[in-house]
């Protein structure tokens, strides 16, 4: 189904569409969002058809104020109440057992929600005015990289989405880290800009290996399903390593000089920088029509561990 899609600057127009059951993709300080409100089924519904999102891969809900935790959860232990202190509002997903209030839909038929609340000032705004929590996954088509920027957004889902907010280039360009506290001891599901490191000064006991019971359904469905990719192929290498590019239209990304014979690449200063840049490098590399991007592989550590993982899953490695 085509329609028109809305663009827009003002935060008010966005919410009133949102809260009249339309589906609106916004800013966000890790990427872009497409949001549903939770009381809106048929808009939950048409949010899994725009984006080509398969049903059992569920929503993450966005609140605008810690308050609002508990309009979603239905218990939020020691542990949960200390990291939403030290890291709400900000690039931090907790998953929590949900209460009535959140359909099934959104958790993907699962006990338990995902749960944020973006520090981004327009994100706020825009969440202050919805009528309900939103569900929001991110705004690119299933499979793609996010879109860190609104004319990515655009590029994905014109014509299939109500409204378009428009804001500034997302500042993180990864997606949010996520936590599941919902039972025992606390998992990193997926690193992102609250590095291991940070969550572990306030709870040291959190993992990054969840114990696979071979009976239990998995813990992030949506990890299962091929990620973050560009049409072009993505190899991984190391700084300094020595590459032969055998005439193919290539491009690198990396912290270290670029390999020679590249026709694009991108050198970044700091992590933060390679993760800001890192999915709107490969959207270009596509318009560009690369077929290889080599992408350096950074430390495991800090920042580096979430690119490293973005990295892995667009290489089909993970
Ligand atoms: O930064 C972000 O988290 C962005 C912005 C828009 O907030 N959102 C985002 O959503 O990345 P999405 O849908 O692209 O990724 C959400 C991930 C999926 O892998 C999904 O399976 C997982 O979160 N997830 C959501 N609810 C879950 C739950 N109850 N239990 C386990 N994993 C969950
Ligand atoms: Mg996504």
Redesign the pocket.
């Known amino acids: 189904m085509i329609m028109q899609t809305t663009l827009t600057d003002s935060v008010e127009e966005a919410a009133a569409i949102l809260n009249s059951g339309g589906i609106v993709a916004f800013p966000?300080e890790?990427?872009?969002?497409?949001g549903a409100g939770i009381c809106h089924s048929e808009a939950l519904l048409q949010l899994f058809r725009a984006k080509g999102r398969p049903a059992d891969?569920?929503?993450?809900v966005?609140i605008s104020s810690v308050g609002q935790v508990a309009e979603v959860a239905s218990e939020v232990n020691l542990q949960a109440m200390m990291l939403i202190e030290r890291f709400f509002p900000g690039?931090l997903?907790l998953?929590l057992k949900?209460n009535s209030s959140v359909p099934y839909s959104v958790?993907?038929g699962?006990e338990?929600?995902?749960i944020?609340c973006?520090a981004n000032p327009v994100a706020r705004e825009f969440l202050r005015l919805a009528c309900c929590p939103v569900a929001?996954?991110?705004?690119n088509r299933s499979g793609l990289p996010?879109a860190t920027s609104w004319e990515a957004v655009m590029q994905d889902l014109d014509g299939k989405i109500d409204c378009l907010l428009r804001g500034t280039p997302s500042a993180i360009g990864l997606?949010?880290t996520?936590v599941?506290c919902?039972e025992g001891r606390p998992v990193l599901?997926?690193a992102?800009a609250i590095t291991l490191e940070q969550l572990r000064a306030v709870v040291p006991e959190i993992t990054t290996m969840r114990v696979t019971e071979p009976e239990k359904r998995p813990?992030?469905?949506?990890?299962k399903y091929p990620h973050y990719a560009p049409r072009a192929s993505i190899r991984l290498c190391t700084a300094g390593e020595q590459i032969d590019l055998k005439g193919s239209s290539a491009a690198s990304i990396g912290m270290s000089e670029p390999p020679e014979g590249v026709s694009l690449s991108r050198v970044c200063r700091t992590t933060e920088e390679y993760g800001r840049e890192l999915f709107g490098f490969f959207r270009l590399c596509d318009a560009r029509n690369i077929s290889v991007i080599y992408c350096e592989l950074p430390s495991n550590e800090g920042l580096g561990r979430a690119i490293r993982d973005r990295l892995m899953r667009a290489a089909g490695l993970s």
Do not use: F, Q
């Open positions: 966000t890790t990427v872009y969002g497409l891969n569920p929503l993450i966005h690039p997903t998953v949900k958790t993907a699962l338990t929600v995902g944020r973006p929001a996954p991110s705004a996010s997606e949010s996520i599941d919902s599901l997926r992102g813990k992030c469905p949506g990890l």
